[in-house]
């Protein structure tokens, strides 16, 4: 175990939904990061948060926007869907110095 | 732009072979990571190299890093089955990880 909390686990909606995804970081640690996993693919960084403020962003799509709040956790909001959003959404979180641990993923169905 | 490149992608071995992934990356930087993933599942941290020259083993796998060469290795002895996985690679920069495509790597028995 990680200790790294994602939910909800699965999610199927529909092309041009909203969704929100969440994450909980690992006690102590002020680093999350959102990643995108298509089928068979590699890691797309999305963005990365420190404290609460936005400290790195990678290929996020307007659509998609995530905050981090004062106690840490952290969400990822999906709007607009499309059908090539179906993913394996990934969190992770680190303290200084330390390697990324990644939460279980929320799987993404958009029909 | 740091860019990260295993090779190679796609590895399918018997059982009791050894085998090497390599993850070369075009910038410096002083941290490299080494992950594994089961398929569908989430990214499990394997080892962290600091420093050039650094070596770490764990079973059957063991991780050199060569800061000079901009090279790491992921060296598998004697492969089994439960090593089946996708391997990948990632360097720091700038408070960032920039990750490698990934090693998809079948042992057959």
């Known amino acids: 175990d990680s200790g790294v909390t994602q939910t909800p686990k699965h999610l199927i909606t529909a092309t041009g939904q909203r969704v929100t995804l969440r994450c909980s970081p690992r006690?102590?640690?002020?680093?999350v990061y959102w990643y995108q996993q298509s089928l068979d693919q590699g890691l797309q960084f999305l963005i990365q948060?420190?404290?609460?403020?936005?400290?790195a962003k990678g290929n996020i799509l307007e659509r998609f926007s995530a905050q981090q709040f004062p106690d840490l956790h952290s969400e990822l909001n999906l709007s607009s869907l499309e059908l090539g959003d179906s993913a394996l959404y990934f969190c992770?979180?680190?303290?200084?110095?330390?390697?990324?641990?990644f939460g279980n993923g929320t799987r993404l169905t958009v029909t | 732009e740091l860019k990260v490149e295993q090779n190679p992608l796609f590895l399918s071995m018997q059982e009791g072979k050894n085998y090497t992934i390599y993850c070369n990356y075009s910038?410096?930087?002083?941290?490299l990571y080494w992950y594994r993933q089961d398929p569908g599942k989430s990214l499990e941290s394997l080892f962290v190299?600091?420093?050039n020259g650094a070596v770490k083993q764990e079973g059957r796998l063991m991780a050199s890093l060569d800061t000079k060469a901009r090279l790491s290795t992921l060296h598998i002895t004697a492969a089994v089955h439960d090593l089946s996985a996708t391997y990948f690679c990632?360097?720091?920069?700038?408070?960032?990880?920039?990750w490698g495509a990934g090693t998809k790597l079948i042992i057959k028995p």
């Open positions: 992770a979180s680190s303290g200084s110095s330390s390697p990324l641990h």
């Open positions: 006690s102590g640690d002020l680093s």
């Open positions: 948060y420190y404290n609460g403020e936005e400290r």
């Open positions: 910038t410096t930087s002083d941290r």
């Open positions: 190299l600091l420093s």
């Open positions: 990632a360097v720091d920069s700038n408070y960032q990880l920039i």
